[in-house]
Structure formats: C-alpha cells, structure tokens
C-alpha cells in the first residue's frame, strides 16, 4: 500500500490554514469591537465626512490594510511574494502619514506649515495609546504573535496595531495643528509601535519555545 506524501503534506497545509483563519475571524471581531467602541465612547470628529477626499481614502485604506492584510501576513493566511510584502508595509505606512496629517503633510515638506503645539503628553497621547493596548493584548494573549515559526511575523501584527490606532485617533480628533498632530498623533502611534514590537517579539519567543 503506497502512501501519497504530497497528498498528506497537502492536507496538513490546509488543515493548519482553517486552524489559523478559525483563529483570525474571532480576533478581527474583537478588534472591531474595541475600535468600534473606543470610537463610540470618545465620539467621531464633527469634520470627517469634511476632510478632503484623498484624506478619507487613505485613512480607509489603513483601516483595509491594518485589519485584514498585515494581521493575514502575521498569522500566515496569507504569503504574498517579498516584492508584494514590501509594497504592503510601504502603502500602509503612506497611507497612514497621509491620512493622519493630511494637507498638513505638504506644509511640513514645503516648510511653510506651523508647527504649534511642540512634544507634550495630552489626552490624545493617552488615547492613542489606550487604543492600541487592548488590541496588542489581544495579539499576545490569542497566541497572533507566535503563529508564525518566524518571528516577523510579529512585527506584522504589531504594525497593524500602531497604525490603526493612529487611524483611529484620527477619526476622533479634528486638529489641524501640524505640531499636535506629528507629536500627539503620530509620536505616540511610534511609541505605540516600539512597545507593540518588543511585546509581540517577547511573546512570539515565549510561545514557541512553550
């Protein structure tokens, strides 16, 4: 009696596939959940629907791309080629830029924008922050960060985490201060972003090695 190899190696593919998307839905719902709530409980900006169009469409785009195609690369669902992997992380990083300070960001290249508010800790530091936590907990504790043997992937996730967060406070807060929103927005989805790492790569070494 021959035994298929291919055929076996195959199906145990698939079978750790299903595994990784019956692990990924739940956690894209709870992560809807908390931004959703976040969002519902801190109130929408009276201007979204007012911001310039190429604005809402980059701040969609992060939300498309940090729900579903970095966390889909973090977990292993989904194995696009370096050169699209690449593109992935750069479009999400842009889009996120340009969503958060919007035509501020053409004043800060032209150097003809203000700066106004300087580094301080406010509440939108909080806020973002406070976003972004019990997404990463749910990373670390789901188990997100260590679906992957590389530990790469973890990083994935963790940016996800930072730029929604970014989104997410961008959605909240009507400033069109430049300084506030390089230092108060983006400073702290940064901050976020280096906690995020070293939790996801400490977890991703802990769970593995378990």
Do not use: K, Y
Not at 71 to 81: D, H, I, S
Not at 147 to 166: C, D, F, I, K
């Amino acid at each position: 009696m021959s035994v298929d190899a291919g055929a076996l190696i195959v199906g145990d593919l698939r079978a750790l596939r299903r595994g990784r998307a019956r692990h990924f839905a739940p956690a894209l719902a709870l992560s809807l959940l908390f931004v959703g709530g976040f969002l519902l409980l801190e109130g929408l900006r009276p201007d979204l629907w007012l911001q310039p169009g190429w604005q809402i469409a980059a701040q969609m785009a992060v939300w498309l791309l940090c729900l579903v195609a970095l966390p889909a690369v973090g977990v292993g669902l989904w194995f696009p080629g370096r050169a699209t992997r690449v593109a992935l992380g750069l479009m999400a990083v842009v889009a996120a830029l340009v969503g958060a300070l919007g035509p501020g960001l053409m004043d800060m290249f032209q150097g003809s924008g203000p700066m106004g508010q300087g580094p301080q800790l406010d509440r939108c530091v909080a806020s973002t922050i406070g976003a972004g936590l019990p997404l990463l907990a749910l990373g670390v504790l789901s188990g997100a960060s260590a679906q992957r043997r590389r530990a790469g992937g973890a990083l994935w996730v963790s940016g996800g985490v930072s730029l929604m967060a970014l989104d997410a406070i961008t959605w909240h807060c009507p400033s069109d201060d430049l300084g506030h929103n390089l230092f108060s927005h983006l400073g702290a989805a940064v901050l976020l972003l280096i906690v995020a790492a070293i939790a996801g790569l400490l977890a991703h070494r802990r769970q593995r090695a378990g």
